[in-house]
T-cell receptor, first 117, second 110 residues
Framework: GAGVSQSPRYKVAKRGQDVALRCDPISGHVSLFWYQQALGQGPEFLTYFQNEAQLDKSGLPSDRFFAERPEGSVSTLKIQRTQQEDSAVYLC???????????????FGPGTRLTVL | AQRVTQPEKLLSVFKGAPVELKCNYSYSGSPELFWYVQYSRQRLQLLLRHISRESIKGFTADLNKGETSFHLKKPFAQEEDSAMYYCALKEETSGSRLTFGEGTQLTVNP
């Protein structure tokens, strides 16, 4: 079956523009995660959803970052007034069960590479 | 706060040689530790986790709580092992996030 998909794969934005990044998790997966990966670094946690509930958003770097998953499937990460330091690969991952409870495997998408000029 | 350290950004070995990718962590509780791998032009994927005590593709990793380490080892490296490897930690209580190290790029030369 299809894995986690993300779109667009590449996004170039001018500083100050708003962007929206989409994640389609594996069908039926309860948990969804967003990570930010700067060049030469490991992924850094941004936020976690269990179905439509955003249970942890402690990793969002500023109030310019907003994520939603209104129907418990597709998720969108929105960045307002983009800054150069937002340039990174944004990774989405999903897992089949609530991650708090189990050590279920996170399946990662290919990522969206955001470049802010 | 929890932290994962991978001291080597680059590691190069010859085919058939043993390889060890180092991972140290700082966390006050009992963590769960993982190794993730990213092959060229592929997405990040789970390699192994400490609670399973499994060997995947010939790789093993033992959690050493005394030394707060979770080093990844393979006795005989293969060219197809060339990839970026990330060590990651999951907190026992909050459990909603993985904390990753900066990664080690392993190159296995013929």
């Amino acid at each position: 079956g299809a894995g986690v998909s993300q779109s667009p794969r590449y996004k170039v934005a001018k500083r100050g523009q708003d962007v929206a990044l989409r994640c389609d998790p594996i069908s039926g997966h309860v948990s969804l995660f967003w990570y930010q990966q700067a060049l030469g670094q490991g992924p850094e946690f941004l936020t976690y959803f269990q179905n439509e509930a955003q249970l942890d958003k402690s990793g969002l770097p500023s109030d310019r970052f907003f994520a939603e998953r209104p129907e418990g499937s597709v998720s969108t990460l929105k960045i307002q007034r983009t800054q150069q330091e937002d340039s990174a690969v944004y990774l989405c991952a999903s897992s089949s069960r609530p991650f708090r409870i189990s050590t279920d495997t996170q399946y990662f998408g290919p990522g969206t590479r955001l470049t802010v000029l | 706060a929890q932290r994962v350290t991978q001291p080597e950004k680059l590691l190069s070995v010859f085919k058939g040689a043993p390889v060890e990718l180092k991972c140290n962590y700082s966390y006050s509780g009992s963590p769960e530790l993982f190794w993730y791998v990213q092959y060229s032009r592929q997405r990040l994927q789970l390699l192994l986790r400490h609670i399973s005590r499994e060997s995947i593709k010939g790789f093993t990793a033992d959690l050493n709580k005394g030394e707060t380490s979770f080093h990844l080892k393979k006795p005989f490296a293969q060219e197809e092992d060339s990839a970026m490897y990330y060590c990651a930690l999951k907190e026992e209580t909050s459990g909603s996030r993985l904390t990753f190290g900066e990664g080690t790029q392993l190159t296995v030369n013929p």
